[in-house]
C-alpha cells in the first residue's frame, strides 16, 4: 500500500514537472535534457522545412533543375529566391542551391543540433565534420572524386588528398577555399594582422611602424590631436573583438608577435619540432601587458568584451574605429563595401595591415603565401541527399568550368563587368557600386561562396579569377587615400604592406586544423574545450585588470587548472607524425 | 474518522458493466494517459544515455555503458558546481522577485478605482510578456551598454563619474536577470492574482468600511488573506521551476567576462551535449536537474501541506 502510494506520488510528481516545463517552454527556458536538443532542433527542422518547401514550389516551375539545399556555419546573407544569376545557373548547369547560414547559434551548436535531429541539408559545411563523420552523415567522395580524374588531379595533389582521408580511409569533404590557378595575383592580405585605418598613417606622414608600442603610440598621438570625425563623430582608438570562436582576435595575436605564422592552436618550433605553447609566453605576455596598459589609459572600447559581432561590424562601419586585430575576411568584405557606400573611403577609413612584432627588425610571418590547405572544413554531400551523383557534379562544375565561375566571381558580362580590345575584364564605377549594394547581392549576385572557387589566373590567361586580384581592378577599386597611401610606402598590395617572410610552411600547418577536430574523448581534448572555456573568461579580465601582474597570475592559476599538458601533448604526438 | 471509513467502503468494485456505463470517462481518459506516455514518459528512455559513452552512430543500444562515469565528470568539474550554484541563485531570485512584483502590482492595480486607466494599464503592463527574449535582451543590451540611457540618465543626474558597462561586471548579471523577468512577467503574472482578488466577496469590504477600516487595513485583512491560496499554489508550483532559472537570457546577455555567474544547467547542457558533442553528459546533467527538480517539489508540497490547508497533491 504505502510502496503504491509512493509510486503514485513519484509519477505524479514527474508528471506535474514535466507539465509545468512544457507550459513554461515559450517563456521561461526549456528544462530537462531530453527537451533541450528537441526543442532547438524544432527550430532547425522548421528552417530546414521552410527551405524544402521552397525547393517543392521552385523545381515545380523550372522542371527538370535539380534542387539543393545547402547549410554553411557560418554566419551570410541569404540570396533571394528569384536571384537572377542563381537562374541562369539553374539554366545552364541544371542545379540550383538553395543556402541557409548560422543565425543565432554557434557553428558546433548548430552542427550538433542537425546530429540529434537526424535530418541534413543536401550539402553541409561546417566547422565539426569529424563530428558529422561519427554519425554516419556524410556520403564517401572517393569514388566519385575518381570518376573526374581532371577535377581530382587539378583541385589538389595526392599529398594533399590524403590529408582528407580520414581514419576510416574515405574521403568525405573537400575544402574550397584557397587554390591558386596559374600565376598568383594575390593581393589581399586575407590573413589577421593589427589593422589601422589609412587616415591616421596620413597624418603621421606614413611612419615605419614596427612593434606594439610604436602602434599604440600613433593611435594615442592620433586621438589626442583628431579626438572626432570630420562629421563629430567621436574616434575610438582600438576595439576587440571577443565574441565566442571570434575571441582569436583578441587571444592568438602573441604567435605573431613572436614571429610565428598562424598555427593558431599552438606553436611548432622548427628547430627540435617541438610544439609550444603561446598561451604562456613571453611575447604573449608582453602583449597582454600593453593591451592592460591602453585599457588603463582608456584607449581600448569599453564594450570590447561585451559587444556582439554584429555590434562590432556596425562600430567598424561607422569609420570611427582607428585599429583592431582581425582577420581580413572576418571583417573586410562587410566594412569596405559600406565605406564605399557612404562615402567613408574618401575620408581614408580603410584599413591597411601592419605586420607587428615583439621586437623591432624581428622577421613576421602574419602572412601565409602558399595555399592554406584546411583540412578540418569543407564542402560535403549528406546522406539525406537524394542524389549525390549529380550534386558532386556540381561542385566539379564549379571548379572546373570557367564559365560557371566567371559568373559567380564577376557577374554576367555588359551587366557586371565588361571586357576591353585585349580581353581583360573591367568595371565601371557604376558595376563596381552595384556589386557592393546588398540589395543588388540579393537579387542579382549568386556566388555559392562555399563551393570550390580558385585564385590566381583564369583559363583565359588573362583574366584574375576574382575581381578583387584583377590588377587594374584592384587599383581602381581603391580610394584615393588608400592609393596614396600605397604609393608613400612605394607597394601594390596588401601582403607587400604587411611584409611578411615568404617561405613555405611545413606540411603540418596549420595546426588548427587538426586541433579543431579534437573532441572530449580524450584528455587532450577535454582541456582543449576547458583552455578555451578559461581564455574566454581569463584574458578579458587580464586586460581590464587594474594591477597587471596579479591579474595574470590569477589566470596562470586557473589556465593550469585546465591540465594545458594534455592538450600539447596529443598535439606533439600529431606532429611527430611528421618527422 | 467514522465518515471516511463509510466513504472507504462505498467504492465501486470494478465490473464490466460499470466500465461499460463508464466508457466515455474510459476513452477520454485513455487518451490522455496514451498522450502523456508518449509525449512524458516515453522521451525519457533516452535518460539511459547518461549512462552511457553514447554515440549518434551507434544509437542507444548500441552504445557502450559507462555506469556513472558521466557523474563522476561532472561533480568533479568545478565550472558544474559553479552552474549549479548560478542555476538556484538565480531561480530563488526570480521566483522571489517575479512574485512579490506581481503581488504588488496586483493589488495597486486593484486600487485603481476607474475602469478607462485600469484596463489600458493591466493591457499594457502584460504585453512584454509576449515579446521574445531575443527582443528583450537586445533592449537591455543597448540599453545598458556604456553610451546606453541608463549610464546617459546616471551620468547627468550625477550618481556616477564614469559609464558602468554593466555587462562587464559579475556582480551585477544576476539583478539584471532578476529585473528583465520582472520588466516581462510581472503584468502576466498579476493577471492570476487580480482574478483572485476580484473574486472576493465584496461584502467584506463593504462590512469592513462600516467597521472604519482605511485602505490599508483593507489590503492587510481582506485582500492579503483573500489571495494567500491562489499566492501558495503558485509558489508550490514554481518551486519545482526554481531549476528553470531560464536559458535564453543568460545565453544571449552572457559572455566570457561572466560566464562564471552566466551559466545555468541548460546552457552547461547545450554547451557539453550538443557543442562538444557529449551526450552523455548533457543528459546527465539535465537528469540530475530533473531529479532535483522533483525532489524540491514533494519537498514544497510537503512543507505545505504541513503547515496549511493548501497543496498540489
Redesign the interface.
Known sequence: MKLKKITA??L??????????GC?GA????????????D?TEAADSGDDAAAADTAEASESTGDVKEFTMFITMPGSEINDDNEIAQMIADKWGVKVKETWLT?Q?A??AT??L??G?EYPDFIDSD?MN?LV???ALVPLDDYIDKYPEFRDEWFTPEEWDKFRQPDGHIYWINPFGNTMGETKQTTHNDEAFWIQVRVLEWAGYPKIETMDQYFDLLERYIAENPTMEDGTENMAYTIL??DWR?FCLENAGQFLAGYPNDGSVIVNKSNMTIEDYNTSEDTIQYFKKLNEEYNKGFVD??S??Q?YDEYIAKLSTGRVLGMVDQWWDFAYTVNDVFKQTGLDLKGCNYVPLGLTTKEGMENRWHTYDDTVNQASGIAITTDCEDPEAAFKFIVDCAMDQELHDLRWWGVKDVDYNVDDNGLYYRTDEQRQNWADTSYQAAHRCQYSYFPQWHGTSRDGKNANKPEEQPSEFMNDMAKPLKDCFDAYGITTYPQMIGSVQETNGPWFPMYSYSNNF??ETPGGVAW??MG?CK??W???VV?AKDFDKGWGEYMDAYE?CKPEDFLAEMQEILDTFK | MARVKTEKTRKIPITMKEMKKQSFLMIVSFCMVVYGIIFYYWPLTGWIMAFQNYKPKKGLLGSKFVGLDKFRFLFEDDVFIKVIRNTFAMGVINLVSTTIMAVLFAIILNEVRRTWIKKPIQTISYLPHFLSWIVVTGILHVSLSPTGIVNDVLMRMGFIKQAINFFAHPKYFWWIVAFANCWKETGFNAIIYFAAITGIDPSLYEAASIDGADRLQKIRYITLPGIKPTFLILLLMNVGNVLNAGFEVQYLLGNGLVQSVSQTIDIYVLKWGISQNDYSLGTAAGLFKSVVSILLIVLANGLAKRYSEERLF
Open positions: 506520488l513519484l505524479s510528481s514527474a508528471l506535474m514537472v514535466s507539465m509545468l516545463a513554461g517563456a521561461e527556458a526549456p528544462a530537462p535534457a531530453d527537451t533541450a536538443p528537441a532547438t543565432g554557434t558546433s551548436e550538433g543540433t546530429i540529434a537526424g565539426e563530428l561519427d554519425a554516419d571577443c565574441e575571441y569599453p564594450e568584451f561585451t556582439t573532441t572530449t574545450a576547458k572555456e574566454h573568461e584574458l578579458p579580465k581590464m587548472a
